[in-house]
């Protein structure tokens, strides 16, 4: 099983949609918790970082269930500019582990 | 906000020759960076961390002997592919944070890599 796990993709979607990506993660000793945009031959950028009590920065929330160890970010009225691989990312022992990634592809 | 550069962004070069890339951060120390390969359509995978003043850790399969590290300051890291093969041929990314560990790290513009 690999440490984490994110939806397959590609996802597909109109501008306006709203579009959810899960990611589930294996160790429970995880302690940090993230997600990342990475563009086509580009590297990772910081979206947000995720919290328990869950968090929202504009269109983009993100949630965080410790005890089924797993990890969504929702963005809402999606726009052409949203489309990249979104990576789901833990910390653990002072390391990144990251998720295979999901692709969004926003159409007009 | 926290930079960190890489250079150089690309490299093509014959099989056999030994490549160094350098990792930067412009405004804050690290005392620990991160090197790590992505090939096309995976992702990022974490070769080794690289600790100033000290052997960096790698991971387990990845050579230490065909990827040196060395951190020689507080903002800067190298890592050098010794006799590189088309098969080292991948998107080398480093990172690095100012603040602790487990914290968001700041990542290098990536060094694209080809082996003819």
């Known amino acids: 099983r690999k440490e984490v796990e994110q939806d397959p993709g590609p996802f597909n979607v109109p501008e306006g949609a709203t579009v959810a990506f899960n990611c589930t993660y294996s160790n429970s000793a995880s302690q940090s918790f993230f997600w990342y945009r990475q563009d086509c031959r580009k590297e990772p950028k910081l979206l947000m970082s995720?919290?328990?009590s869950g968090n929202e920065d504009g269109r983009f929330t993100a949630q965080l269930n410790r005890a089924s160890q797993y990890i969504s970010l929702l963005i809402r009225d999606s726009k052409l500019s949203d489309s990249a691989t979104y990576l789901c990312v833990v910390g653990q022992g002072g390391k990144l582990i990251f998720g295979q990634g999901t692709e969004l592809s926003v159409k007009p | 906000g926290a930079v960190v550069s890489q250079h150089p962004s690309w490299v093509i070069c014959k099989s056999g020759t030994s490549v160094k890339i350098e990792c930067r951060s412009l405004d804050f120390q690290a005392t620990t960076m991160f090197w790590y390969r992505q090939f096309p359509k995976q992702s990022l995978m974490l070769m080794a961390t690289?600790?100033?003043?000290?052997?960096?850790?790698?991971e387990q399969g990845v050579e230490k002997d065909k990827f040196l590290i060395n951190h020689a300051s507080l903002t800067l890291s190298t890592l050098t592919v010794t006799s590189a093969h088309p098969e080292d041929s991948s998107f080398y990314i480093c990172?690095?944070?100012?603040?602790?560990?487990?914290?968001?790290?700041?990542f290098g513009d990536g060094t694209r890599l080809s082996i003819l």
């Open positions: 995720v919290y328990s």
């Open positions: 690289s600790n100033e003043g000290s052997k960096a850790t790698y």
């Open positions: 990172s690095a944070s100012p603040g602790r560990i487990n914290q968001p790290q700041h």
